[in-house]
Structure formats: structure tokens, C-alpha cells
């Protein structure tokens, strides 16, 4: 079975989930590479411990976004984009900064921009072309030669 093809731009596409080393749960809503709107903390029992508003985006295959919740917490997220489209990072508390806390996606992300599969095209991987010849009108034998003139 063939590879996919590679990505060189991801975006997101729909309900993204991510899960924190510290327990929670953050989601939100965003489609393309900007992220933008409501974004909610769930705790480990899945109940809401947290509202905010969620702004950033992708670019290529890194991730970087801000969540300002409600509470006073400036989440900060980085990170980089598998080949699955699976996010991984790390996140901070920009407006009270402490522990760094690692981060995973819950869900892929979408290919913006799927790469071509097969070669692309170069001076030494274009088709072949088959020589052009013009056609010779059919021969009733052989042409009658000129006399040779002798001094």
C-alpha cells in the first residue's frame, strides 16, 4: 500500500480536541489554519472548568495558539504537526508563568495542501517523445541513376 502524500500546509476542520499532561481537556471550533472563537477546559471527570477565547492558527506544520480564559490564564500552545496530522506540544501560562505542561491531539488535523504524488516535473523525467519522421512516398524500384559525363 502506498504512502500518503506528505503535507505541507495543515489546517483545522471542525471540533478540535486536545488532551494536557495535567488532565484537562481543551476544545474548541475552527476551520482553516486561523483558530478563532469559544474554547472550553474540561477536568478529568469531563465537566467544564474553564471558558475562554482562542486565537492563532497553523502555519505548515507548526501550530501556535493563545487561549485567554475567563479566569485570568494566558495558555500559550506550540508545537509540530505529524505526518498523521496529530498535533503534539507544549502549552504555558503566559500571564502567570510556571510549568511547562505537555500537550496531544485528540484529533488529526486536515491537509490544506496535499503534496503530488510522483515525480515531479524535471529536465530528466519528462515523457518521451517518439522521433518525427516524414513519410516517404512508396518506391516502384529502384531510381534510374544520371549518366556519368566523361571529359
Not at 502524500?5 to 483545522?12: E, N
Not at 477546559?41 to 487561549?67: E, H, Q
Not at 488535523?109 to 530528466?124: E, M
Amino acid at each position: 500500500m502506498p504512502l500518503a502524500p506528505a503535507c505541507d500546509q495543515f489546517q483545522f476542520i471542525g471540533d478540535y480536541s486536545l488532551h494536557q499532561a495535567n488532565g484537562f481537556t481543551v476544545q474548541f471550533r475552527s476551520t482553516g489554519p486561523d483558530a478563532g472563537g469559544s474554547a472550553s477546559a474540561l477536568d478529568s471527570t469531563g465537566k467544564t472548568a474553564m471558558t475562554g477565547t482562542v486565537s492563532g492558527g497553523i502555519n505548515g506544520t507548526r501550530i501556535d495558539f493563545t487561549i485567554q480564559w475567563g479566569s485570568g490564564p494566558r495558555g500559550h500552545y506550540t508545537g509540530l504537526i505529524d505526518a498523521d496530522g496529530f498535533a503534539r506540544g507544549t502549552t504555558v501560562d503566559e500571564a502567570h508563568p510556571g510549568p511547562i505542561t505537555n500537550w496531544g491531539g485528540n484529533v488529526p488535523l486536515g491537509c490544506a495542501t496535499p503534496q503530488p504524488t510522483g515525480p515531479r516535473p524535471g529536465p530528466n523525467n519528462g515523457p518521451v517523445l517518439a522521433p518525427t519522421t516524414t513519410p516517404q512516398a512508396p518506391s516502384a524500384g529502384p531510381k534510374p541513376t544520371a549518366p556519368s559525363r566523361q571529359p
